[in-house]
């Protein structure tokens, strides 16, 4: 199965920046979508950021304009630049990935989540 290997988090003041990654590793045949997603103590997880293939990215309107999320298709990695952060972005972060994965056969769309990242962002 693919694994996810998360990096990055960690304590930062209200303005600054943090730089998450995510590599995937397994029997990838291809990667359709790589993005991060939130979760809030109490609160559902919610959409952050996504990139396909094609290098189409859709932000959350939270992250529009202070996050930048960015792959590297040779290394199966996804990067999410996060800067100008506020105190409301606390939360654990989590990579996403949606691949083709090779077995006897080539088997589609399957989804796989990392375990998380924690991104505490003090006022």
């Known amino acids: 199965q693919v694994q996810l290997v998360e990096s990055g988090g960690g304590l930062v003041q209200a303005g600054g920046s943090l730089r998450l990654s995510c590599a995937a590793s397994?029997?990838?045949?291809?990667?359709?979508?790589m993005g991060w997603y939130r979760q809030a103590p109490g609160k559902e997880r919610e959409m952050v950021a996504t990139?396909?293939?094609?290098?189409?990215?859709n932000y959350a309107d939270s992250a529009k304009g202070r996050f930048t999320i960015s792959r590297d298709n040779g290394y199966n990695t996804v990067t999410l630049q996060m800067n100008s952060l506020k105190p409301e972005d606390t939360s654990a972060y989590f990579c996403?990935?949606?691949?083709?994965?090779?077995?006897?056969?080539?088997?589609?769309?399957?989804?796989?989540w990392g375990n998380g990242t924690l991104v505490t962002v003090s006022s």
């Open positions: 996403l990935c949606n691949a083709d994965i090779k077995t006897i056969w080539v088997r589609r769309g399957l989804v796989y």
């Open positions: 990139i396909t293939s094609a290098d189409t990215t």
């Open positions: 397994g029997p990838i045949f291809r990667i359709n979508v």
